[in-house]
């Protein structure tokens, strides 16, 4: 079967065919929709390494993520790779284990392999990736980067609606436990978080940086215990997890004596007792949308390179963690 038995097929010159496999946005979608409706009766399947050879693409893409450990990635990465799949792209993913130089390394190898990198929570610095996108088509998810297109979660208004949560459970002292150096999200977060708790005439105290794994909450713990805060809001869900077990060891209960908030809403949160109160994160939307975008660049390469932004609603999700003010944990 060939390109040109459903071109006949199809009714549409053999370029028109070619176009909609590797150009989809020169075609019209109804003149798409027939085309791919045919060659799939047919069983065609465009070779792709001739295609390659010949419009320079591979129709690969990369995905990097700072810990693919951390359950916040596997929807993400998931929803990314099934929506590339029915685009006829495949994902290869990385994780640079929450190392900036592994983060660099890794992007200047896959940008030998594929058409475009979708860049998720990163560590480096933004003239870093700014270079680094210079050539290859960049999209970033829960970063800003002058110049390249990025999918942002509202994670000021999450931690806005967490921290009024709490202020009006009558908790009038706050921690905020943040997450790793480097972190757009950790940043969003205490700047919101800051916000809202001088609006509600509440103290909040900022903890950090901080490690965005389970021992990184254990870790937090004395801290945020020598701040006497009743209520915190945590980077993230595992943090939040790792919280609650240092402040267990500690004979500190939650949510009698300290109410917890994490962000995510990963599995984990809900498998957890107390089960967690959370900030719900767009995971799977943010990683179709960030192919989306990526696909569009790649697809119109060779013009004058537009970039776009998209910021994702964040939602609270009130559990078990979280309860009216009680006595101090200080």
């Not at 990198?117 to 933004?126: D, F, G, Q």
């Not at 921690?175 to 809202?196: D, F, H, K, Q, Y």
């Not at 960030?290 to 537009?306: N, P, Y």
């Amino acid at each position: 079967m060939t390109i040109r038995d459903v071109a006949q097929a199809a009714g549409v010159h053999v370029s028109t065919v070619s176009r909609a496999f590797s150009a989809s946005h020169l075609v019209k979608r109804e003149t798409r929709d027939r085309v791919l409706a045919v060659a799939a009766e047919l069983g065609y399947q465009p070779n792709e390494t001739a295609r390659a050879l010949t419009t320079g693409r591979t129709r690969n893409l990369g995905l990097i993520v700072s810990d693919i450990a951390n359950p916040f990635y596997p929807p993400l990465i998931k929803a990314a790779q099934a929506y590339a799949r029915v685009r006829g792209y495949q994902v290869f993913v990385a994780d640079t284990d929450e190392d900036v130089h592994a983060e660099e390394e890794l992007i200047q190898t896959l940008a030998r392999q594929v058409d475009g990198i979708v860049l998720v929570s990163p560590r480096l610095a933004n003239d870093v990736i700014a270079r680094l996108g210079g050539d290859l088509p960049f999209v970033l998810v829960n970063r800003q980067v002058t110049g390249l297109s990025a999918v942002l979660m509202d994670v000021a208004h999450g931690a806005t609606l967490a921290v009024e949560h709490l202020a009006g459970l009558g908790h009038g002292h706050l921690a905020l436990v943040g997450g790793p150096r480097g972190s757009w999200t950790s940043a969003e977060m205490r700047r919101a978080a800051g916000r809202a708790a001088a609006e509600q005439g509440i103290r909040l105290d900022v903890l950090g940086p901080n490690a965005p794994t389970e021992q990184g909450g254990i870790k937090a713990t004395a801290a945020v215990l020598r701040t006497g805060a009743t209520g915190v809001i945590a980077y993230n869900d595992l943090v939040a997890i790792g919280l609650i077990e240092g402040l267990d060891d500690r004979e500190v209960l939650v949510p009698r004596d300290v109410s917890v908030v994490g962000v995510d809403d990963t599995v984990a949160g809900r498998l957890n007792r107390p089960r967690l109160t959370t900030v719900a994160m767009p995971t799977a939307p943010a990683g179709r949308t960030a192919v989306d975008l990526l696909i569009q660049t790649v697809e119109t390469a060779g013009t004058a390179r537009a970039t776009a932004q998209t910021t994702l609603a964040t939602s609270l999700v009130v559990r078990d963690s979280t309860a009216t003010s009680g006595p101090s944990a200080g």
